[in-house]
């Protein structure tokens, strides 16, 4: 829900029916031009910056401009979304989206940092049994396969940040460092592996990282032309099913696999 900003003004004289109040009446509400001058209400300023809301109000439609924003700029590419076409959908105005990021370009990064942000906070969720690290290594690639299949608009960002060659996420610093969770994740995972002998030493969690990520981008970077191709319907349950297992099986099998 988006609240308009309204303003306050004070409320209209009383007027009271009767002949003889008649020219009472015109003065209480300022008819005339002798009762104009005499007016001294003013009113305020329309041109005036959005009232600051409480903060869980503004939390909570700051959240709200980012979905909407998020859905724009994956369908349309940072060049084709419009900040009249995100106000029209939030049922705001661009004065309110500016008021809360400053423009169209800090509201891409802040797009960008949440769509990372997002997929970060599911793996820190995950409930890793460092006692059985083969179990744990297919939790967390079957995880990144079901975040990215329920998170499109977050493919297709990455992929429009790409074709901007990463202009915009080199500007957030903040990613570099959300990052190292998942990068340390990986790396107990391998210890943990290795010191119970069932993983490969000479992978780390950079390269593990890397086919993950590259799989199950290409479930949703590649859906129309592949399927297309090959005639695999990858919306498909069953056909969704044998590929999240195939990327468990994938890593499980590279890691396990001595050289």
Not at 11 to 39: D, E, F, H, Y
Not at 83 to 112: C, H, N, P, S, W
Not at 214 to 241: E, H, K, M, P, S
């Amino acid at each position: 829900m988006y609240e308009i900003v309204s303003y306050a003004t004070s409320p209209a004289p009383k007027l009271t029916i009767g002949s003889q109040n008649a020219s009472a009446n015109a003065q209480n509400v300022g008819l005339g031009a002798a009762s104009s001058s005499c007016a001294t209400s003013k009113l305020p300023d329309v041109t005036a910056e959005p009232r600051p809301e409480p903060v869980r109000d503004a939390e909570r439609t700051r959240a709200d401009l980012i979905e909407v924003a998020t859905a724009v700029f994956s369908q349309q590419g940072y060049s084709g979304a419009r900040v009249d076409e995100i106000a029209e959908r939030t049922r705001t105005t661009k004065r309110m989206i500016y008021y809360y990021f400053g423009g169209k370009e800090q509201l891409y990064l802040a797009v960008l940092e949440n769509a990372y942000r997002s997929i970060r906070q599911a793996e820190q969720r995950l409930q890793v049994d460092h006692a059985d690290p083969v179990h744990a290594i297919r939790a967390l690639a079957e995880l990144t396969f079901d975040h990215h299949i329920a998170h499109q608009d977050f493919i297709r960002l990455v992929s429009i940040e790409n074709i901007h060659r990463g202009e915009f996420i080199g500007r957030l610093e903040s990613l570099r460092t959300l990052s190292r969770p998942a990068k340390s994740l990986l790396d107990q995972i391998l210890e943990d592996g290795r010191k119970q002998g069932v993983f490969r030493d000479d992978v780390d969690a950079l390269d593990v990282h890397i086919v993950i990520s590259a799989y199950c981008v290409f479930q949703v970077a590649n859906r129309y032309t592949f399927g297309y191709l090959f005639d695999i319907d990858f919306t498909d349950a069953r056909t969704r099913d044998h590929l999240r297992r195939m990327i468990g099986d994938v890593v499980v099998g590279w890691l396990t696999t001595r050289p």
